[in-house]
């Protein structure tokens, strides 16, 4: 599969679409409460949702003028203006603030006035209503827009010419703005938006239709990150950017929990009314159109919602706290009311499925024993350490356990285990065909610091078939190029589980953040080899950074593989002569002064391997390897007969032939050079892999891996100081020069000479 990163000012298809399309509206909230919206296909209807558990709660039902929340072939044109438009609906609610309300439904409009200034303005929708505080009629003329609780005797009137975003506020009743004050028992609430009609000459947008052609990566999807956009837009950018069948679905950890009174999960419910209505809308919508969803649920809640007694803590009593912010808890397997939790969750997301005529699929999503940045792992709360052997020493650092130690994590492994299980047997209880899924983060499992702690998050009871499926996740080792041992890694994985590749699955991803948005090379290079090595299927993690980066997959002709790794005939190259090549400049002026520009700064190499033909059988073979590359369509690897070693140019190569680098305790890959006179360095791509030789400090290591593009990968960074040097053999990477050679088996009896040129390949 090949990608592209769409930019903003690509020549797109485009369509156009009304203002105010119910599908384009969004929410949002304090924590603490809860919200969705959803829309009703061809229906001119949205919902929102809300639960409120403090006075001063307020959810927004939002339109933005910039359409950012999608990918970029799908987003609106940013219109600003909303002259001569008229937007109309019918408003129903149950359980909010009423439109005649002090504090109700108020529309919210931010933007610029006629002298630029940034400005807001409050548009009290009852003003505009026709009907009762519940169920009225709305017309919001924008040419004619006032702002103010009162506009019978005035009002301001709305500058709407340069509009950022609009939306409406929805309040429980008796709300206070900015109060703390809980209720009694959490706020449900809902308002149906029907009949919506947006009329007038400025009331048609364009808006960019881009659709890709299916392809074969499937798509992971996550609620935290998507919880504010429409089920309906979500389901349809999937689909226009070409993923289809399968949807691998994160509930996540923070929006989807019914929440008590004082603001943690209640433990006797399940979902919250918002995320329940959002999930139904969204496994309906991906029916429609022809998906299945994995429910992916983890072992981790929001850390300001969890229950203090089930989160996983270290032997300092330390909570287990992810690095997010606001971070998360990851929850104890020995907890059985966490444990218990998590499976009534589990088959209730199933169910929604289920409902939807979707196959029950369930994904246990990275359940393992936090370990702490300064290395502790966290299996010491209560529950956990009432299972482990009275008196043992706390395991204060993964990377230096005893023989002791390393049976308490074969314990810690059996209690992760057993708590998955319960899990799945509780939904297969309500499901027997349940396909079962286990997601295993392989850096924070399989650390070559610490090979103990594969004892207890990856135990030996996920072992096949324990579960349907297993997932292997490695994306941290993927985009910081780490890409020798991360294969070994997963085999590893693999084998110690049992699973074969018919019922493996792979996670490719992800890009954290917009300024590493070059991450998707290494990530997509990664998605391609797991196709390649014949994982059933592959998955992008996840659409939300898909739609920020605008990455779009597609699915064309196979490329020509650039490069081959064969080497050209030994025999046949051994006579070559060699041409070091610059790309010089020079500019003579009318006065007959000359003016030199260097293009290079290092010569690219010319060799003829014509003088190598001694024999019609030398002949044949240069014949056999023109064919193999095509001509000059693949490049190969070339032994320059003068220069192929790091000791000299000829000699063996030894230990401390070329410093490589300096260890800083963090760096561990070293691309491999070669120095020459006066400071010129050179990039040696292609090293014979069974010359080299690598140290540390003088000291040889057998401790590495040679990743792609000549780089020495250190399992451990080297401290700081200490000297990394290597020595090895090369080959040059070359092509043909020409598409066709010239032969003729006369002219070689007759003694000519034959011209066969390579031309050296500069490699990145």
């Given at each position: 599969m090949r990608y592209w990163l769409t930019r903003e000012d690509a020549r797109l298809r485009r369509d156009f679409i009304k203002r105010f399309e119910p599908s384009h509206w969004t929410v949002d909230f304090p924590r603490g409460s809860m919200a969705c919206v959803v829309s009703h296909a061809d229906e001119a209807r949205l919902t929102a949702t809300a639960t409120f558990?403090?006075?001063?709660?307020?959810?927004?039902?939002?339109?933005?003028?910039?359409?950012?929340?999608?990918?970029?072939?799908?987003?609106?044109?940013?219109?600003r203006d909303y002259s001569r438009c008229t937007l109309r609906f019918r408003w129903k609610s149950n359980g909010l603030a009423s439109l005649e309300a002090v504090n109700g439904p108020t529309l919210t409009i931010e933007g610029r006035d006629g002298s630029g200034a940034a400005r807001s303005w409050y548009v009290r929708l009852w003003n505009y209503a026709s009907g009762s505080g519940s169920d009225a009629v709305i017309e919001l003329p924008f040419d004619d827009l006032k702002a103010g609780f009162d506009i019978s005797t005035g009002g301001e009137r709305v500058d709407v010419r340069d509009i950022d975003r609009m939306f409406v506020s929805l309040v429980p009743p008796g709300f206070v703005e900015g109060s703390s004050e809980r209720f009694g028992q959490i706020v449900e609430a809902e308002v149906e938006v029907s009949d919506?009609?947006?009329?007038?000459?400025?009331?048609?947008?364009?808006?960019?239709?881009?659709?890709?052609?299916?392809?074969?990566?499937?798509?992971?999807t996550a609620y935290d990150d998507c919880y504010h956009l429409t089920p309906e837009r979500v389901v349809d950018s999937l689909e226009r950017l070409g993923y289809r069948k399968l949807i691998d679905h994160y509930v996540g950890m923070s929006h989807f929990p019914a929440l008590d009174a004082s603001g943690k999960v209640d433990p006797g419910k399940t979902l919250s009314l918002p995320a329940r209505r959002w999930h139904e809308s969204f496994a309906s919508f991906a029916k429609f159109r022809g998906y299945d969803v994995i429910w992916s649920l983890s072992m981790e809640l929001l850390e300001e919602l969890c229950p203090d007694d089930w989160k996983q803590r270290a032997w300092d009593e330390k909570p287990a706290r992810t690095g997010w912010v606001p971070p998360s808890s990851l929850l104890s397997p020995a907890v059985a009311e966490a444990v218990t939790y998590l499976g009534r969750v589990a088959g209730d997301f199933v169910a929604i499925g289920m409902q939807a005529g979707m196959s029950p699929k369930l994904q246990m999503g990275e359940p393992w024993w936090w370990v702490t940045a300064d290395h502790a792992i966290c299996l010491y709360d209560q529950m956990s350490a009432s299972r482990l052997p009275a008196g043992h020493i706390p395991i204060r650092d993964v990377r230096n356990v005893s023989a002791e130690q390393s049976q308490v994590l074969d314990l810690a492994g059996a209690m992760l285990s057993d708590a998955t299980s319960a899990i799945v047997d509780s939904v297969r209880a309500r499901f027997a065909d349940l396909q079962s899924h286990i997601l295993a983060y392989l850096p924070s499992i399989l650390r070559t610091d610490a090979p103990e702690l594969v004892r207890a998050n990856l135990p030996i009871g996920w072992r096949a078939p324990a579960f349907d499926v297993l997932q292997l996740e490695d994306y941290e080792w993927v985009t910081k190029g780490l890409t020798s041992g991360r294969f070994g890694a997963l085999e590893e994985a693999r084998q110690r589980l049992g699973y074969s590749l018919v019922d493996c699955h792979y996670l490719a991803g992800f890009v954290s953040a917009p300024d590493l948005i070059r991450d998707w090379k290494q990530i997509i290079a990664a998605a391609n080899a797991a196709e390649k090595a014949g994982f059933a299927e592959v998955f992008l993690w996840a659409l939300p950074q898909v739609l920020r980066d605008g990455l779009t997959i597609f699915q064309g002709d196979a490329e020509v593989e650039g490069f081959q790794d064969l080497s050209f005939p030994l025999q046949l190259g051994k006579h070559a002569s060699v041409e070091p090549c610059f790309s010089t400049t020079i500019s003579t002026s009318p006065s007959g002064f000359e003016y030199r520009n260097a293009d290079w700064q290092q010569a690219r190499l010319r060799f003829d391997v014509g003088p190598g033909l001694r024999s019609l059988e030398d002949i044949e073979d240069l014949l056999k390897f023109f064919r193999s590359t095509r001509g000059n369509a693949v490049s190969f690897r070339f032994r320059d007969p003068t220069d192929f070693s790091s000791n000299g140019m000829t000699a063996p190569p030894t230990s401390r032939d070329v410093q490589l680098g300096t260890g800083n305790g963090v760096r561990q890959r070293f691309e491999i050079i070669k120095a020459y006179g006066d400071g010129e360095v050179r990039r040696i791509t292609r090293p014979d892999r069974q010359s080299i030789i690598v140290s540390l400090d003088g000291i040889a290591t057998d401790d590495w891996l040679l990743a792609e593009g000549g780089v020495i990968e250190l399992s451990e960074p080297p401290a700081l100081g200490v000297a990394v040097c290597a020595g090895f053999m090369f080959d040059v990477p070359v092509r043909f020069e020409e598409p066709k050679l010239r032969i003729s088996r006369g002219t070689h009896l007759a003694g000519e000479l034959t011209s066969v040129p390579l031309i050296e390949v500069r490699e990145r």
């Open positions: 558990g403090r006075r001063g709660d307020l959810v927004g039902l939002i339109y933005t003028t910039a359409d950012n929340a999608v990918h970029v072939g799908h987003r609106r044109y940013e219109v919506i009609a947006c009329v007038g000459s400025g009331s048609v947008i364009p808006i960019n239709d881009a659709i890709v052609p299916e392809h074969q990566f499937r798509i992971c």
